[in-house]
């Protein structure tokens, strides 16, 4: 838990530091950056406070240099991982 805090972290201060800049490579790294940290903060917590952690995702999400496609990476990844929750990792666990 610890580590994947840290990372998280370290996420969102790149986030931070990186919003001024501005073009076509910083829409993209907001984006990817966004969902790295929305999925770190999931794995960090085990799923277990999916409305916390996607909202302050995007509470970060907020201040980035592009905010929509921020905004729109933590929804999808926090709705997609609050989708998959609970479900068989793979083919042989599940239950027929």
Do not use: K
Not at 57 to 74: E, M, Q, R, S, T
């Amino acid at each position: 838990m610890r580590i994947e805090l840290a990372a998280a972290a370290a996420i969102a201060a790149q986030i931070l530091w990186l919003s001024s800049v501005a073009g076509p490579l910083a829409t993209v790294f907001n984006f990817l950056a966004c969902a790295a940290l929305t999925l770190l903060l999931w794995m960090a917590t085990r799923g277990r406070r999916p409305l916390a952690v996607t909202a302050g995702a995007f509470c970060l999400a907020l201040f980035a240099a592009d905010p929509l496609a921020a905004a729109v990476a933590v929804l999808l990844t926090g709705g997609t991982l609050y989708v998959l929750q609970g479900r068989p990792a793979c083919a042989a666990s599940s239950q027929r």
